[in-house]
């Protein structure tokens, strides 16, 4: 079983960086697609970005594309999510997920890191 630890949310100024990094644990997670998602206070959880590393793949939301990064250190077992250029409307609790059993939907999730954004 995956578990799944992020960090390096925190409160930064609107236009400044944080990265964001999720550690799995319990198994390789070299193979499968991850993401991220976030979820601000009175709204839904929202898609952010996912990777597919073994095909070289990344993807966005609109939202965030052409400010956050996507990326994986196998190495390491890690995700992260390069955040620049940030705006308030980005505040939220970031989640890490991963689809564990190839079958599409994301199963196993983080505990969260929030992110505030200051304007």
């Known amino acids: 079983q995956v578990q799944l630890v992020e960090s390096g949310g925190g409160l930064v100024q609107a236009g400044g960086s944080l990265r964001l990094s999720c550690a799995a644990s319990?198994?390789?997670?070299?193979?499968?697609?991850m993401g991220w998602f976030r979820q601000a206070p009175g709204k839904e959880r929202e898609y952010v970005a996912s990777?597919?590393?073994?095909?070289?793949?990344?993807y966005y939301s609109d939202s965030v594309k052409d400010r956050f990064t996507i990326s994986r250190d196998n190495a390491k077992n890690t995700m992260y999510l390069q955040m620049n250029s940030l705006k308030p409307e980005d505040t939220a609790v970031y989640y890490c997920?991963?689809?564990?059993?190839?079958?599409?939907?994301?199963?196993?999730w983080g505990q969260g890191t929030q992110v505030t954004v200051s304007s």
């Open positions: 990777i597919i590393y073994s095909a070289g793949r990344t």
């Open positions: 319990g198994r390789t997670v070299s193979s499968l697609r």
């Open positions: 997920a991963a689809d564990t059993n190839y079958g599409g939907a994301y199963d196993c």
